[in-house]
DNA sequence: CCGCGTATGTTAACAGTGTTTACATGAGGA
DNA sequence: TCCTCATGTAAACACTGTTAACATACGCGG
């Protein structure tokens, strides 16, 4: 299907444009912001006339897809290199998941926010997107059913947890890349990275009964607070 | 300064179109996408030229940060107000603080992808936006400060914990409007948001010693964890 | 080895966008 | 009354996404 004559002359195809857009739509983000990623720029970029990119995406929309699916793919193997690597205890892991997601939203912020940025708001027409960052998803609640089975965190809903650590660590990556967190400061992201999960993993450790009974916990008993009516 | 007719009649000059601007993007994003927000899109919605807005807005994103703005002081709003209806617990006020938010974010989500958008990656460039954005980070450090002296939250890094739960909350919001959660559904959104908080208020409750030293903590001894290594 | 179909590229054009420049209007103070 | 200046318009520029018509050359069947 593709043919790919790598470190192809200067010849009327280009071998593997669609790869090659893709880089060069990336080069654009590694060096400017995510409103810089054209079409026409990606086109340019990869030495090709405008129209070209339209014979390897429907869209634009498409292209920026393409660069979204590359991004969480390349998160996933960060996270889960940084998962492996801190085998520790399965709290570190899940902690040290969660810095590498910080990490790479400051190492590539750009990028980052086309991964959830506007252009894809409808995922449902990019299924391979929606595949590849379902894996990184799945790499969260793989972790919290680990410590789930190791009695370290409560029985319940698994689901509902892993998305609440995803939205933890994904509402600290976007208020840095607001600069509302951290300041550009990577090792004060990680600092906080590290205190939000403790704060989290702490309130989804096992004796946490009453998650969805708030009435009555044994962690307001101890902590001598009335019992809220309804 | 500005002259306000009010109900102006077909006149050369529009009365107030800095404010008819901002309602304009406002009735566009809420009938369309954030992509459907033009400049010019806007103006015509005013009945006015094309070049019209720039007696008023330096830029596209002026106005797009106007709009952020007033995204933030209507969120403000709906956060105070469900804090104060439910005042049965400081935890309870935090916790329809929270939903509140999500609320906000699913009824006007153009709305709220606007108040996030990339094309306000600088706001130093738009300071009025950044002071009324602050308003809501405050509104949230206040209840975290108010459950410290109710002695219901530990003492600690306050700064951090309220960028904690506004991170959580956030990325709940986004990753509902992505589709990840929720699926749409208000209510599924509002169990898992209640469900969310009450896990890191847990995480934050006041006999949480160990918050930076992960190991031998209270918690894991009552439900028979082992003692993690290091 | 040849010829040809088709995937892949180019050129030219369209509508729509942000933005600027020069000009027009008219509201309100001197 | 008039004249000034804030506020509007008109026309133009460069740029974008996208499409249609045309050009090239890769690789397969003969």
């Not at 060069?24 to 079409?39: C, E, K, N, V």
């Not at 980052?112 to 409808?122: Q, S, T």
């Not at 190791?150 to 947890?161: K, L, N, P, T, W």
């Not at 989804?204 to 101890?222: E, G, I, K, Q, Y």
């Amino acid at each position: 299907m593709t043919r790919r004559p790598r470190s192809a002359p200067k010849s009327y195809h280009h071998g593997d444009l669609r790869e090659g857009l893709v880089e060069a739509a990336l080069a654009i983000l590694g060096r400017g912001s995510a409103a810089a990623l054209t079409l026409r720029a990606a086109a340019r970029e990869a030495g090709v006339s405008p129209a070209a990119p339209y014979r390897h995406f429907a869209d634009r929309d498409a292209l920026v897809a393409a660069v979204a699916e590359r991004g969480f793919a390349a998160l996933f193997d960060r996270m889960r290199a940084s998962a492996t690597r801190a085998r520790v205890s399965p709290e570190r892991g899940l902690q040290e998941i969660a810095v590498a997601y910080l990490r790479f939203a400051m190492e590539r912020p750009a990028e980052y926010r086309v991964m959830f940025g506007p252009e894809l708001a409808d995922r449902a027409r990019h299924a391979d997107l929606q595949q590849t960052s379902t894996r990184v998803f799945a790499l969260l609640a793989e972790g919290i059913a680990g410590l789930q089975r190791a009695g370290r965190v409560r029985a319940g809903d698994a689901h509902a947890m892993a998305l609440t650590a995803w939205a933890l660590v994904h509402g600290l990556a976007m208020l840095a890349l607001d600069g509302r967190a951290a300041d550009g400061d990577l090792a004060a992201l990680e600092r906080l990275g590290r205190t939000a999960t403790e704060l989290l993993m702490f309130g989804m450790a096992t004796p946490a009964a009453a998650v969805h009974s708030p009435s009555n916990t044994p962690a307001r008993r101890r902590s001598g607070a009335r019992v809220p009516r309804q």
